[in-house]
């Protein structure tokens, strides 16, 4: 079956644009994860959702960022005005449930530049 | 918390030697590990995970890792590197709440024919 799908691939905007990242899930995974994965580093956790509960947004770095999910569809990660230091690999990732020991099956990724 | 340390961002092999890639955690509860790999500009794929049960865990592509709680110790190995294996390697715990995914550095691992 399809894997996580996410758009764009790579994104290049000027410093100070607002930017939006789409993760589309696997089909009945009602648990969806948000990464960023800096150059050289590991990932970072953003924000997850669990299906129609709140979204924990501990992992979100600042109030310039933010994210969606409808249900346990498609998930979207807006960046407003963008900074140099967002430049990173966007990762989303689903899971059938959020429990701990669930595999977690992650997207390509959506490379950002930052000019 | 939950923590995760790789030792060595980069480790390079020759083909058909044996891979080790060392991980150690840190967890304030029984920990559930997980290794990935990344592959370049691809995202991650499970290698194998531990959660309950038999400590040494086979995965795919010849990998296995075994869990050793006095170690606090998660370290993956292969015994025979194929230039396939050339990837980026990521150890991670699973959080409590949220139930993200804490993760390591992540090893380089490097394969000379």
């Known amino acids: 079956g399809a894997g996580v799908s996410q758009s764009p691939s790579n994104k290049v905007t000027e410093k100070g644009k607002d930017v939006e990242l789409r993760c589309d899930p696997i089909?009945?995974?009602?648990?969806l994860y948000w990464y960023r994965q800096r150059l050289g580093q590991g990932l970072e956790f953003l924000i997850y959702?669990?299906?129609?509960?709140?979204?924990?947004k501990s992992g979100l770095p600042s109030d310039r960022f933010s994210a969606e999910r409808t249900g346990e569809s498609v998930s979207t990660l807006t960046i407003q005005r963008t900074q140099q230091e967002d430049s990173a690999v966007y990762l989303c990732?689903?899971?059938?449930?959020?429990?701990?020991?669930?595999?977690?099956?992650f997207g390509p990724g959506t490379r950002l530049l930052v000019l | 918390a939950q923590s995760v340390t790789q030792l060595g961002s980069h480790v390079s092999v020759s083909e058909g030697a044996l891979v080790l890639l060392r991980c150690n955690y840190s967890?304030?509860?029984?920990?559930?590990l997980f290794w990935y790999v990344q592959y370049p500009n691809q995202g991650l794929q499970l290698l194998l995970k531990?959660?309950?049960?038999?400590?040494l865990v086979k995965g795919i592509n010849g990998f296995e890792a075994e869990f050793k709680k006095s170690e606090t110790s998660f370290h993956l190995t292969k015994p025979s590197a194929h230039m396939s294996d050339a990837a980026e390697y990521f150890c991670?715990?699973?959080?409590?709440?949220?139930?993200?995914?804490?993760f390591g550095q992540g090893t380089r691992l490097t394969i000379n024919p």
């Open positions: 990732a689903s899971s059938l449930v959020a429990a701990r020991g669930e595999t977690q099956y």
């Open positions: 089909s009945g995974h009602t648990a």
């Open positions: 959702f669990q299906g129609n509960s709140a979204p924990d």
């Open positions: 967890s304030s509860v029984p920990p559930y």
């Open positions: 531990y959660t309950t049960g038999a400590t």
């Open positions: 991670a715990v699973s959080d409590t709440r949220p139930q993200k995914l804490v």
